[in-house]
């Protein structure tokens, strides 16, 4: 195997696949349709496996084209920061990168990342705009977003800025006490639970339960609704009812047993927070220092 054009085809195919068209990737990288075609029919042959579904509406990785995508993509995206990052090596990283977030990416992620680099870079600004739901960054304009790995559209470069998650469900103990505990997610119906809304054109967001490759999606209800995932969790404390929250959020309460878990066993780990933003963005000096800073490396 040539490793050289092995490594040049490589970018080619990520961008079939994160775009899911060969129209598009092929308008991105500026070459003709049968040209990308060829170059990932070499790239199959070579490795002995096939990377892509074709049908005559979509394209889609395979199992083997996922592993490519999600391992070795990371990889090639490091790189062309860190290529930037040497292109700019005598320009002072200046100007304004806008970034969309949830409430509670903003405290677990950004902050700690925006101190550090307010302190080395002066000349960076930040505008963080909180949003629970889901945010198209480039209608709107922002530079990246920070969401959970599995709400991120597949046209979009995903870096991982944290590590895995898992949910929560609590109570106070008083409230345990007098409601009982529930066993299985179908038992939340009979209780009081706090219910969160993230956007306000839709209903409700369905708690979410995973145990031995079993899913469960569980409508609650209760006496309140809520709009943001730290509100969910100070009712939860004032007893109202049960919470279903980030689990890094309530580990102190926990600890000091103003809170209860349940359903421990039904919340198993899932994709964390990843930075993403379009792959045809160009890095600036500012957004590549800030993509380095965020990017998780504890897997």
């Not at 945010?135 to 895995?164: S, T």
């Not at 009081?192 to 079993?214: A, D, S, T, V």
Request: proline letters at 6%.
């Amino acid at each position: 195997m040539n490793r050289r054009s092995f490594l040049a085809d490589i970018p080619v195919f990520l961008a079939v696949a994160r775009a899911r068209s060969f129209t598009r990737a092929a308008a991105q990288l500026g070459v003709s349709q049968s040209r990308l075609s060829q170059t990932i029919r070499s790239l199959e042959e070579r490795l002995g496996v096939r990377l892509l579904a074709r049908t005559t509406r979509s394209v889609s990785p395979t199992e083997a084209g996922e592993h490519l995508l999600w391992k070795v993509g990371v990889h090639f995206e490091r790189i062309e920061t860190e290529l930037g990052l040497l292109t700019d090596f005598g320009a002072k990283p200046a100007g304004i990168v806008r970034i969309t977030a949830t409430e509670n990416a903003v405290t677990t992620i950004l902050w700690p990342v925006v101190r550090s680099i307010a302190e080395d870079y002066p000349e960076i600004r930040f505008e963080v705009s909180i949003e629970n739901g889901p945010i198209d960054i480039v209608a709107e304009g922002f530079d990246a977003g920070v969401r959970h790995g599995d709400m991120i559209a597949r046209d979009m470069i995903a870096v991982p800025v944290g590590p895995k998650m898992r949910m929560a469900v609590v109570g106070t103990p008083g409230y345990v006490a007098q409601y009982g505990r529930p066993l299985a997610p179908q038992d939340l119906t009979e209780h009081h639970c706090i219910n969160l809304r993230l956007m306000p054109e839709q209903g409700p967001y369905p708690w979410e339960f995973e145990k031995g490759g079993r899913e469960i999606r569980v409508k609650v209800d209760g006496t309140l609704i809520v709009t943001t995932v730290p509100a969910s969790l100070t009712a939860a404390l004032a007893g109202i009812g049960l919470a279903y929250v980030p689990e890094g959020m309530v580990n102190a309460q926990l600890a000091s047993g103003d809170l209860v878990r349940v359903l421990e066993d039904w919340c198993e780990p899932f994709s964390g927070y990843h930075l993403y933003y379009p792959n045809r963005h160009r890095h600036s000096a500012a957004f590549s220092i800030i993509l380095d800073r965020l990017r998780y490396r504890g897997y």
